[in-house]
């Protein structure tokens, strides 16, 4: 360790330690949990604060940046529930077959809620049974590690608007798992 960490006994946040849970605000066929362990990758957009150096040299601020678009890469299973669950959510929005935008008649049937949260690494002491531990274990980089129950944070996306999702690409050379990434636009989000 190195002087700052030696005197302010802080400790990195590992990158490897989150999770991402997406939740309909309605509920779906696809159990939301189930595409918990299917997060690849995430970005994480945050609000921006617009500013203007006027000719006095003063920096006020001029307004508020909207949110980004949130992307995030999933990993796909034998049984397709990633893909199920995104052609489920973009069927309440699009009709494919009529080439016509529906009516929706409840925001609750077509938004989502994306959770990220953040853990502290820890010892077996400390740790919890992690919930499918054996899968969580094989999906990451890192060997062996123990987590704390309680999130450290979570910044939870509010009211999520499905974008798209990018074409799949396969391939006979190569043995790992389809990944794809899905584009959602949050309305807000919190800090918890």
Partial sequence: MGYIEDVFQYEDQL???????I??????????????FKT???????FRFKV??????????MGVEDLNELSITLRESVDFS??????????????????RFLVQKNENDYLV?????????????QSIEWRNADLWVKNQTWQTQTIHDEPSIKIIYKNCKLIGFDNLNLSYTGG?????SVTLMPETYEIK
């Fill in 82 to 99: 990633t893909i199920k669950f995104f052609e489920e959510l973009k069927s309440k929005i699009y009709d494919y077959k009529e080439r």
């Fill in 23 to 36: 939740i309909p605000k309605k509920s779906s066929n696809v159990d939301s949990k189930i595409l918990t």
């Fill in 15 to 21: 990158g490897a330690l989150w999770e991402v849970r």
């Fill in 113 to 125: 809620d994306i959770e990220a949260s953040f853990f502290k690494p820890g010892n077996i002491e």
């Fill in 52 to 61: 203007e150096r006027q000719l006095s040299g003063l920096i006020p601020w």
């Fill in 40 to 46: 690849q990758e995430m970005t994480i957009p945050f």
């Fill in 176 to 180: 790992e798992a389809i990944v794809y």
